[in-house]
C-alpha cells in the first residue's frame, strides 16, 4: 500500500483482538506492513501462532500470537502482560473479535444471545479495561470494530445488533473520558465484506449484495485496513468518539438481503437460502 508512509508505524505497538483472520488479520498485516509491532488475541492458539508466524514473514516485523478468551477479563490481562513483557509498549488496540450468525429472535437461545453479547460488548470492556493504562501512557488510540445493522432493524441480527449498538456507545464515552488524557476512540463500521467468516456466515444464496450498493460492489478487507491506518495515522490526531461507515454507501439504502416479511412470518422457508439457526 502506497498511500501512507512506509515508517508510519515505526517503533508503535498494536494490540487486536481478532487477529488470527478476516478483517482484523488484514488490519494487522497492514499496520505492520508500516512498520508496527503486534500481538495479536483470539481462542485458538495454534491457530493464532500460525498467523502470526505468517503475519511477521509477510511484514518482517514483530508479531507475538497471546492466546485468550475475551470474554475473560483474567485471560485478556495476561495477553496484554505478554505484550507488555515482549514490547514494552501498546499504542493501537483494535476491539474486533465476535460472533454472529442468523437467527430469528423468535428462535434464538438465551445462551446465544448471551454468548454474542459476552464475546462483542464485555470483550470489548475487557479489552479496553486491560489496556487503558497502556494507552494512556503512551497517547494511544483505540479503534472498535462495529457494524452498520443496529442503524435500522435488522432482521435477524438482534444479538449483534444489541451488542455493537453498546461498543459504539462505550466508543464514544472513552472518547469523552479520556481524550483531556490524550486517548482517541473510533468505530469503523463495515458494511458486508468479502473473504471473510462474517461473509460466510452471513451470505444468502441466490442474493448477489453488490446490486444497490452505491459504489457498486462490496467491500474488502483492504477497504476497512485502509480506513484503520488513516484512524490511527497522525492525519486523524483531531478525530474522537466518531464511527465511520465504510460500506460503499450502502446504509442509506438499506434494504435486507432475505426476502421480507417471508423470512420473519415463515422463517422455516429460509432453510435453503441461509446457514441459519431457527
Ligand atoms: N465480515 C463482515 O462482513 C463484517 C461486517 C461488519 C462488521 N464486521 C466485524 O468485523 C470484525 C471481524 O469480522 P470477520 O468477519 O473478519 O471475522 P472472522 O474472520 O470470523 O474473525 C473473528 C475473529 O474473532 C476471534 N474471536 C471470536 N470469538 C472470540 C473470543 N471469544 N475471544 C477471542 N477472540 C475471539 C476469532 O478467533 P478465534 O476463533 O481464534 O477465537 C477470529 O479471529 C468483527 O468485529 C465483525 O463483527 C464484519
Redesign the pocket.
Same mark, same amino acid.
Given at each position: 500500500m502506497d498511500t501512507f508512509r512506509q515508517d508510519l508505524f515505526r517503533g508503535k505497538v498494536l494490540f487486536c483482538?481478532?487477529?488470527?483472520?478476516?478483517?482484523?488479520?488484514e488490519i494487522t498485516q497492514t499496520m505492520m506492513g508500516l512498520g508496527a509491532d503486534a500481538a495479536i488475541?483470539?481462542?485458538?492458539a495454534k491457530?493464532?501462532e500460525e498467523s502470526a508466524n505468517k503475519l511477521s514473514k509477510a511484514t518482517g516485523r514483530k508479531c507475538l500470537a497471546t492466546?485468550?478468551?475475551?470474554?475473560d477479563a483474567k485471560a485478556v490481562q495476561g495477553a496484554v502482560k505478554a505484550t507488555i513483557e515482549k514490547f514494552g509498549r501498546i499504542d493501537f488496540v483494535v476491539?474486533? +473479535?465476535? &460472533?454472529?450468525f442468523l437467527v430469528p429472535i423468535s428462535g434464538m437461545s438465551e445462551n446465544a444471545f448471551k454468548t454474542v453479547v459476552?464475546?462483542?460488548l464485555l470483550?470489548t470492556y475487557h479489552t479496553v479495561k486491560a489496556t487503558l493504562p497502556h494507552l494512556r501512557e503512551s497517547k494511544g488510540a483505540y479503534l472498535h470494530?462495529?457494524?452498520?445493522?443496529h442503524y435500522r432493524g435488522t432482521p435477524w441480527q438482534a444479538h449483534?445488533s444489541a451488542a455493537?449498538a453498546g461498543v459504539h456507545a462505550l466508543s464514544r464515552v472513552i472518547a469523552v473520558e479520556e481524550g483531556p488524557r490524550g486517548v482517541r476512540s473510533n468505530v469503523i +463500521?463495515? &458494511?458486508?465484506?468479502?473473504d471473510?467468516?462474517?461473509?460466510?456466515?452471513?451470505s444468502v444464496k441466490d442474493y448477489d449484495p453488490s446490486k444497490g450498493v452505491p459504489l457498486g460492489r462490496i467491500?474488502t478487507?483492504m477497504d476497512?485496513a485502509q480506513a484503520a491506518v488513516f484512524i490511527f495515522s497522525p492525519a486523524a490526531e483531531y478525530i474522537t468518539g466518531t464511527e465511520i461507515p465504510v460500506d460503499g454507501g450502502d446504509h442509506h439504502l438499506y434494504r435486507s438481503p432475505l426476502p421480507y416479511p417471508k423470512s420473519v412470518l415463515e422463517p422455516e422457508s429460509m432453510k435453503s437460502l441461509v446457514k441459519a439457526k431457527m
Open positions: 483482538t481478532g487477529g488470527r483472520s478476516g478483517i482484523c488479520y488475541v483470539g481462542r485458538d491457530g493464532l492466546p485468550a478468551d475475551v470474554r476491539c474486533g +473479535a465476535a &460472533g454472529n459476552e464475546i462483542d470483550g470494530i462495529g457494524v452498520t445493522l449483534v455493537k +463500521a463495515p &458494511g458486508l465484506i468479502g471473510t467468516g462474517g461473509w460466510d456466515r452471513l467491500g478487507k476497512i
